[in-house]
């Protein structure tokens, strides 16, 4: 530590009485608040702390050894490294959320390369990578490979760009490689058997081993002998193309996972190969012998069949992932009667209303609930609806988050969920069905997300649907002041709404907006705000490229960018702007923006 | 388990007392508080895929559309992948469904295309309805690098690579697709 400290060094001076003059004192204060600033870990703490004075400039930068990075382009790549020295552990950003719907362009951006190159030059005892909706190459696995020589782990969330090579470079090359998670990551086809890179020979450090969004299948042996030889592995999630068979082989192996993502959780598509000897297999019994899991996922092609085989496990799962499976009402019931101890589930709307009383019936400590649409379209009745969400809110009192697709919706149950559900941060309720007004008092839904935000105090995370007025908007702007995340589409009247928001909503920092009717005026009341945000998304709204530029003028640091979806230049579709999109940073407008992104 | 009433049977039973009137376009049963949030409000232009809807009473209140809203519900592509696969013979309502095959497979498929709004979404679905993986698509060769080819039968009867025409002349015209192997789909390209 101490050789850092400072470029300054302390050499006695004579001063006119002939006294030696002391060591700077500032120098002894650094070196106290460095050995302190050690244990400081939230990085709000040390925000704070770096903004106290110089020299406590100095020595938080010295000193965090975790760096967070919300928006990849706030900052640049040089600024980070310049101002952190020793930093173990990155976590960075890139597109916003609605990118994840095709909203954004193939190619706008977020590439991680030039983070790769600045890092691997700065950072020698880097330890861990995380990374969330970036554009990552094989080139740059390949650069975290040989530059960190203590790399120990790599998360990618939501990533694209890279496939199975770049995936083997990391297991070659990263001996100390601890966590390999990939999650929901769109990973390219190169037909690379990428398990095979992993060292053959010696006790592997392995402890957690995520692949279920790998499309293709890998080299069944070669997992299964890693995994014999991974004492410490916890974590293990499996793509779709592991049989039941091959699952229980390889449970057998690892009795001591925690986390387990089951893999297809069927016989093998394939007709012949092991298909007896499956059959005579005892499921169940390798599922007891597994008595450490609590996490649960997969099921990804689930034969119903094979679902009792998990009842061994149930009674000490907190997090249960059915999302993949089509299952009923009846066949759910039969699992979840067991999971006391739950507080994740996440599934499909498959199991209706029936299923997610059943749920309230058992899970009396679920503290997270998302339920998924089997189908996507927009029909007048869907399995679930205020009746599911109803009984969740009578018989989950502690929840905390909620995702909810469904077709129909009233306020009474979103309001009788505000008031059962105090605890609740997220709230997310998605009516598949546009403009859907309350289904049995014809009226918008203003009332109920009034209630939620009103009713819950801890609230930081709202999406809102249906057939929505400026009401809503204004009890959100009103009530609202934790919200930092608020999520808008197809909601109807005019600009007022936006206003209330953006006036209202103190603490906001992630605005995204689709569809609605939002224009210039809405716009430009959040010029007071727009640099304590990450970042505001409006898209097919009514803003003009006036309004942009107006933004753009009045707030020198915020990056202004305007494009279309579909590639086109100039941005605009007719008189309005298709897609605006604007964001802080420290360091002006990107160079890498593509020719049909147009920054203000 | 068949949830789904016919939209009929929906617009019929929810006529509870005088609150709710949501009745079929045309039919002027309209609560008024209904009608005044509505007025004065336009949808903005948005991308709506093919839907031509510019009546906002009958966009709000007609019968569920069958069109693509992009990036609506707001559900991860990768997710609406493996749902399709798993939508069963009762939801099929108005569909375009058509029959795959795959070399090597023991049994056929359905799968709606409009599901899929492009190529390459379909490449994707068919994917991970056969595991398999299919090449890239080349104009001059055709598909190259992997052991699979689709190829679909045309309204004529005739055995056509995928990709060659555009995408809603290929809906219109496809009546069942096959995955093909590479190695007996040379003939249709270069060998």
């Known amino acids: ?600 | 388990m068949d949830q789904k009433k016919t939209t009929l049977d929906l617009f019929n039973n929810v006529d509870l007392a005088t609150e709710l009137r949501l009745g079929l376009p045309g039919t002027d049963n309209q609560p008024e508080i209904i009608k005044s949030s509505l007025s004065g409000n336009k949808r903005t232009s948005s991308e709506m895929g093919s839907s031509t809807c510019t009546d906002e009473n009958e966009s709000r209140f007609s019968p569920p559309t069958k069109e693509q809203v992009v990036g609506w519900p707001p559900v991860r592509s990768y997710r609406k992948n493996i749902l399709q696969v798993k939508k069963t013979e009762s939801e099929m309502g108005s569909g375009m469904y058509v029959k795959v095959s795959m070399d090597g497979a023991p049994y056929l498929r359905k799968l709606d295309l409009k599901m899929y709004q492009s190529y390459e979404e379909l490449m994707k679905g068919l994917q991970v309805m056969f595991k398999c993986i299919i090449g890239l698509y080349f104009e001059r060769e055709g598909y190259n690098g992997s052991q699979h080819v689709p190829t679909y039968e045309d309204k004529d009867g005739d055995w056509m690579l995928v990709g060659d025409v555009p995408w809603e002349m290929f809906i219109s015209s496809c009546k069942r697709l096959r995955i093909m192997k590479s190695c007996e789909a040379r003939g249709l390209g270069d060998c």
């Open chain 1, 1 to 600: 530590m101490s050789e850092d400290v400072g470029t300054s060094t302390c050499k006695p001076k004579t001063s006119v009485t002939g006294e030696y003059s002391v060591t700077n004192p500032d120098q002894v204060l650094e070196n106290v608040l460095e050995n302190v600033l050690i244990f400081l870990t939230s990085r709000r703490d040390r925000n704070a702390v770096s903004l106290v004075s110089k020299s406590w400039h100095r020595a938080e930068a010295h000193t965090r050894s975790d760096l967070f990075i919300g928006n990849c382009y706030s900052v640049a790549p040089i600024r980070v490294t310049g101002r952190f020295k020793r930093i173990r552990s990155v976590w960075l950003k890139g597109k916003p959320r609605f990118a994840d719907f095709s909203l954004m362009p193939a190619d706008w951006g977020a590439h991680f390369t030039p983070w790769a190159h600045a890092m691997a030059g700065a950072y020698r005892a880097l330890e861990k990578i995380c990374l969330k909706r970036m554009t990552v190459t094989n080139d740059d696995l390949g650069i975290i490979a040989r530059s960190f020589l203590n790399f120990k782990e790599i998360v990618l969330v939501c990533c694209d760009g890279f496939g199975a090579r770049g995936i083997g470079v990391i297991a070659s090359e990263c001996r100390n490689l601890r966590v390999l998670e990939l999650n929901e990551d769109e990973v390219l086809d190169e037909e690379f058997d990428w398990i095979s890179c992993f060292p053959m020979e010696g006790t592997s450090n392995l402890e957690s081993l995520c692949f279920d969004c790998v499309e293709s299948s890998v080299n069944f042996d070669a997992l299964e002998r890693l995994v014999a030889r991974s004492p410490l592995l916890k974590k293990l999630r499996l793509n779709r193309h592991v049989s039941i068979g091959q699952l229980y082989r390889l449970a057998l192996r690892a009795p001591q996972l925690t986390d387990l993502g089951t893999g297809s959780f069927s016989l093998p598509e394939v007709i012949g190969q092991q298909q007896d000897e499956n059959l005579e297999l005892d499921y169940g019994h390798a599922f007891a012998a597994c008595r450490s899991i609590i996490c649960l996922s997969g099921f990804r092609d689930l034969a119903p069949e094979y679902l009792p085989a998990i009842y061994p496990v149930c009674a000490n799962l907190t997090s249960l992932n059915l999302s993949y499976a089509n299952i009923d009402a009846q066949q759910l019931k039969a699992v979840i009667r067991h999971c006391h101890k739950l507080r994740v589930f996440w599934t499909l709307d498959s199991i209706c209303d029936e299923g997610l009383q059943a749920v309230a019936d058992t899970c009396k400590d679920l503290r997270e609930l998302r339920v998924f649409p089997i189908d996507a379209s927009e029909n007048a009745e869907g399995p679930v609806s205020e009746v599911g969400l109803l009984a969740i809110s009578l018989g989950c009192r502690k929840l905390e988050s909620i995702l909810y697709f469904c077709q129909q919706m009233t306020n009474a149950a979103v309001i009788a969920m505000s008031k059962n559900c105090p605890d609740l941060v997220v709230f997310r309720l998605c009516i598949i069905g546009r403009y859907r007004p309350d289904r049995f008092t014809g009226e918008p839904m203003d009332e109920g997300f009034g209630a939620i935000v009103k009713n819950c105090k801890k609230l930081t995370r709202l999406a809102v649907s249906g057939l929505l007025t400026d009401r809503a908007f204004s009890y959100i702007g009103q009530y609202g002041n934790l919200v930092r995340t608020l999520s808008v589409a197809f909601a109807a009247d005019g600009d007022t709404g936006l206003k209330y928001v953006l006036e209202g909503c103190t603490n906001l920092q992630k605005l995204e907006i689709r569809d609605s009717p939002f224009g210039d005026s809405g716009l430009l009341s959040g010029l007071h705000h727009f640099y304590n945000m990450r970042f505001v998304w409006l898209s097919s709204c009514r803003v003009t490229k006036q309004g942009c530029l107006e933004v753009a003028r009045r707030l020198p640091k915020l990056v202004v960018e305007v494009f279309r979806r579909d590639e086109e230049e100039g941005g605009e579709r007719g008189d309005f702007v298709n897609t605006l999109y604007m964001y802080r940073s420290l360091d002006g407008p990107r160079a890498d923006a593509p020719q049909f992104v147009k920054i203000l």
